[in-house]
């Protein structure tokens, strides 16, 4: 299979003790897709894999188990002795049982899907969820198969998707000394191959779907690994650095780096003021995918703000350690170039990366300093610990400039964001067509978005006394405030700005196909996007 690996060339992962056991799992610790897939139209009786996986959903007098294919006597023993084992049909709820002498599997994992929709079938969403929730069991594991319905390529699509998104660790920095591993689920690596069982396994548009799972999980897995680095390895320079490493081999992708001498010559006064108070300088990367004949141009401008210590407006010890992942959107905007150059979609990308550590250093930028955006518009900072809109500034004037059909931004700007939608609905704001664009692509692909407005009235907020406008408001409308103040540097340019403070990290347990820790947020919805763009004009 082709090696979907996309950050190999990103910081060096902490290295083992020499002669410890899993140096030789070192090369597979690279980020990228660890897990091999393959269709297969096998009976799931005679799969030989260590794991058979089946949905198993409520109905209205128990559990059903969702299969044509297994022995009836198999499933009505399972379906009457549901109660005993535990199982229930709920969604995210994973059994493992022994598989018994019918099948030639060892073990049969049984995920629940839930009640039926309305129309009898499950959402694409649900069997995405259900892969995923399976996947995150099988950690450790050589071989499963997947018997999920798969009979279109939406569903395809679905599972394969899900159960990839699912098979994801981050174990690059556990040692792997005598008692690494023991932690039933930290240490393993996801597992090694997945059989996904179809009866469409040799039709040509369900290995497209099945493909494109693979580069859409392999990117928002990358999404992840960045995020999940920690912030003493990736800080502006080497996140430009893993920018030049994800392109490196991906045709008409380009790379270009603005160091922060360049930026400061240049006028790019946000990213130069934010990034000041840090020792390691800041930079703007722009990754440009730029197919033959492109059918639209569009540009993705991403928040990476590598850590985020508030800055001088300094942030409560408590927690701080989730802003290492204050570079998401960037990570999400950098892994929807390169997939986008991957699946050779007709659309122009360019991904701005606005990468800065904010911190509150002797050079540091001051609460009343103010500052001037790239193209002369003054802002009045009030509170370094808005420093998101600071930089996204520069680069959506800079994304305006070079003259995009629409700007989408993305970043995990406001903790407002979470006051108003919780931890795994993100928002969108903008321009009204391209909002609901945005929405719609998030809908396609079962990422959770929710438009929110921009009230002109609100503008008052952010009104500065000295400049153009001011970095930070009263807390009311807190995440409308940040949008708006955005929306100053775009102008009437269509534009969408994605706030995913809440979902890009997830500080609670795993659930369905997402992980503790980075989430990837983000790289579904943009990619989606951007293949609407792509038939749209077509
Ligand atoms: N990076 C934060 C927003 C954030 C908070 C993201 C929690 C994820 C989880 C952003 O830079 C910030 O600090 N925003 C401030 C703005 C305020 C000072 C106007 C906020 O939301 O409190
Ligand atoms: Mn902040
Ligand atoms: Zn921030």
Known sequence: MRDLRLFEGCPAPARPPPGSKNRESEARDTIGLVTDVTLSSKNPTAVKA?????????????????????????????????????????????????????????????????ERAEDGTFTTETLRRAAGAATRELAGLKSAAIALPASDDAEITAVTEGALLGAYAFNRYRSTGKDAGKDAKNGKDPVAALEILTPLHKNAKAKVAAERAEIVAAAVHAARDLVNTAPNELYPATFADAAKAAAKDVKQVKVTVLDDKQLASGGYGGLTAVGQGSTRGPRLVKVAYTPAKPAAKVALVGKGITFDSGGISIKPAAGMEAMKSDMAGAAAVLSTVVAAAKLNLPVAVTGYLCLAENMPGGNAQRPADVIT????????????????????????????????????DIATLTGAQMVALGTRTSAVMGTDEVRDEVKAAADATGELFWPMPLPEELKSNIKSKVADVANSGPRWGGMLNAGLFLKTFVGDHPWAHLDIAGPAFNEGGAHGYTPGGGTGVGVRTLLSFL?????ATK
């Open 531 to 535: 293949e609407g763009r792509a038939s």
């Open 50 to 114: 260590e794991a058979l996986v089946v949905a198993t959903a409520q109905t209205s007098d128990g559990v059903a188990v969702v299969s044509d294919l297994l022995p009836t006597d198999l499933l009505t023993q399972l379906e009457t002795l549901a109660p005993q084992l535990g199982v229930t049909g709920a969604r995210d709820e994973v059994r493992r049982i022994p598989a018994g002498s019918k099948l030639a599997a060892d073990v049969l994992v049984l995920t629940g899907l839930g």
């Open 373 to 408: 955006i790239y193209g002369g518009k003054t802002v009045e900072v009030l509170n370094t610990d808005a420093e998101g809109r600071i930089v996204m500034a520069d680069g959506l004037v800079s994304a305006v400039e070079d003259g995009h059909d629409v700007v989408l």
